[in-house]
């Protein structure tokens, strides 16, 4: 708080005053003089009146003004929370937005993954159904196999029209047997038998071998030997009866023509 200083002058007079009303006589003194310092002393205690008047005021403003300084200290603070708050808050828009953009794209893999997985599937079903080890033997009479089982089909044949690969060993054949495989009476033409062979390469010596010779035969007839493509071929092989499949019931090893 400010301290009220009064000016010498008015102090000097104040004192003056007071010292000649202590030092007179009031018995003594006229009633002029008695007003005269009367006078003086109201005016000195106007002047002092005056002086706290003043020095209270400038004490008020003193406080206005840091009143005022707080006041916007306060508000400089209030907005700088609030830009802070307005910060934070565009912050966690912000990264909600990333977080969604996140889930999005991995959403948006996930469907390509699975997309890639179908077109995999679909490129492998493809590439086994070209590199399927199955040949299919055409013109073979119905019943032929009778008393053995189809894959001596194609023993006969290897042995009649490819002596040659008979001096190969390890050529596996792991089913055979006609297609459909219910046979139509109605039907005058034979089925045709397909011999499904454990490995594509043995496929492809035997189918060779057929394209290299010009007329292939079994006990004089003509015969032809292709690649089986069907996909519907095997499909229906696991409903079909256990006799009707290559390996022995004993170690159930693939049979081997050629050991």
């Known amino acids: ?15 003056t005053t007071a010292n000649e009303l202590i030092k007179k006589d009031l018995n003594n003194i006229t ?12 005016a000195g205690l106007e002047n002092s009146i005056q002086d706290s008047r003043e020095s209270l005021a400038t004490e008020i403003k003193g406080l206005r003004n840091s009143h005022e300084e707080l006041k916007n200290a306060l508000n400089e603070m209030h907005n700088k929370m609030e830009t802070t708050t307005a910060r934070l808050e565009e912050a966690e828009e912000r990264i909600g937005e990333l977080e969604d953009k996140v889930m999005e794209k991995e959403e948006a893999e996930r469907k390509r993954d699975k997309k890639i997985q179908e077109y995999e599937g679909k490129i492998r079903e493809l590439s086994d159904t070209l590199k399927r080890n199955n ?16 894959e001596g089909v194609l023993e006969e044949i290897i042995a009649a029209n490819f ?10 054949i792991q089913e055979a047997q006609r297609t459909p495989f219910r046979r139509n009476l109605n039907r005058s033409s034979a089925r045709h038998i397909i011999v499904k062979l454990a490995k594509y390469k043995d496929k492809e010596k035997i189918l060779k071998a057929a394209r290299s010779k010009r007329a292939l035969t079994y006990k004089g007839r003509r015969i032809r030997l292709v690649t089986d493509l069907s996909f519907e071929t095997w499909q229906a092989r696991k409903n079909w009866h256990e006799t009707f499949r290559v390996l022995d019931r004993k170690n159930m090893q693939p049979r081997i023509l050629y050991p």
Request: aromatic residues 2%.
């Open 1 to 15: 708080m400010t301290k009220r200083k009064n000016s010498p002058q008015k102090n000097l007079q104040e004192i």
């Open 31 to 42: 009633e002029s003089e008695f007003r005269i310092i009367v006078i003086k002393l109201i």
């Open 135 to 150: 040949i299919r033997i055409i013109g073979i009479p119905e019943e032929e196999e009778r008393g053995k089982d189809a």
């Open 163 to 172: 002596p040659e690969l008979g001096k190969e060993k390890g050529i596996e």
